[in-house]
């Protein structure tokens, strides 16, 4: 396993973080897995053993039950790793139960800290922006949080580019603890935050977790052109994360993973998730399984290493047309590009 920097912050992460929004799995989790606390301490035992030392939940994975199987689970073991949860999701019917309100941020960081059984929660991250909330009040909520102990880092997740760069902004402004990660989804199947979100990433120094960078299971070589959704995924049960818009090139992608992998020997899982872990700025990947044999097949992913030409196939049979201003500054703005520009624009110099 290699461990990678999160962003511009001292903290090194495992390349595989678990992610555990199949613990406990009720609810609008239920497609995910209903891991319950043994069958959680198995998976944490397997990913230990692997070098894995990030596990991310989120308070309204099961409505607080997936942080409570974690902390359960993990027990004696929790100085050993970090832990990653989230705020933001509706936790109750009131009309101060959600959102990144003050009130809400401390009210929930505190009832996650004692789901968790612990004193401090390693990366506390925003799960969606709120755009009701002034984003001092957010970020002054969180530097609190910090600076009394109860989180050691803070990160963003789905927040659009100038949503992220507006609260990098009033953090620098206010002096509040800044954002060291952006978690956000990133896959094969879209690579959409190559426009904007991973740009950042590169010039602002933050390092990127991806969820579900095998597409909610669309890239692991399951689902093949002209047959239904297997039995038992989440797609045969309704799980409609990420959407589909099309199907052509999601089939011929997986077509091309499945070649690769089988020059490999490997699955098609393995090779979707380290062609993620070779983009820039990304730190790790994040990784969850209903089974051990699924788990060791996503774990075994932190060894693959994939040619420059593996690389470049997948990159052109996923790829979709420039954007603009994009294709403008790929055609007339090829002499002043920096390193965040060229992520994007590089294979598309004329």
Not at 164 to 175: E, Q
Not at 223 to 238: L, N, S
Not at 273 to 288: M, Q
């Amino acid at each position: 396993m290699d461990y990678r920097q999160l962003g511009r912050s001292g903290l090194r992460v495992s390349t595989i973080t678990l992610g555990t929004m199949g613990f406990g799995g009720t609810g609008w989790a239920s497609p995910i897995g209903h891991l319950d606390v043994e069958g959680a301490r198995r998976q944490i035992d397997i990913c230990i053993d692997a070098g894995v030392n990030l596990f991310d939940t989120a308070d309204v994975y099961s409505s607080g039950l997936s942080e409570q199987i974690l902390g359960e689970a993990l027990g004696t073991r929790r100085e050993d790793v970090l832990i990653a949860t989230k705020v933001r999701g509706d936790m109750g019917d009131g009309p101060n139960d959600a959102g990144l309100s003050r009130h809400h941020i401390i009210r929930a960081a505190e009832a996650s800290l004692r789901r968790l059984a612990t004193d401090h929660i390693d990366l506390y991250q925003v799960h969606e922006w709120d755009g009701l909330t002034p984003l001092d009040e957010t970020l002054a909520a969180l530097d609190a949080l910090v600076t009394s102990g109860k989180v050691r880092y803070v990160g963003s997740s789905n927040y659009t580019a100038w949503q992220l760069m507006k609260a990098l902004w009033t953090s620098d402004k206010g002096g509040y603890e800044s954002f060291v990660s952006e978690q956000i989804y990133y896959s094969l199947q879209a690579r959409d935050a190559e426009n904007e979100l991973v740009p950042i990433a590169i010039d602002q120094g933050l390092g990127i977790l991806v969820w579900s960078p095998i597409a909610g299971g669309l890239l692991s070589g399951k689902y093949r052109r002209g047959q239904d959704a297997p039995e038992g995924t989440r797609r045969f049960e309704g799980w409609t994360e990420p959407p589909v818009h099309d199907e052509d090139r999601l089939y011929a992608t997986i077509d091309e993973l499945v070649a690769i992998g089988e020059g490999h020997g490997v699955s098609a899982a393995q090779v979707a998730l380290a062609y993620t872990l070779a983009k820039p700025a990304v730190t790790s990947v994040i990784v969850g399984a209903r089974t051990e044999e699924q788990l060791r097949d996503n774990l075994a992913a932190a060894d693959l290493v994939l040619s420059a030409e593996e690389v470049r196939r997948l990159d052109d049979v996923s790829g979709v047309p420039l954007l603009y201003p994009y294709w403008h500054q790929a055609n007339t703005g090829k002499g002043r590009l920096g390193p965040a520009d060229l992520s994007l624009l590089e294979r598309h110099l004329p």
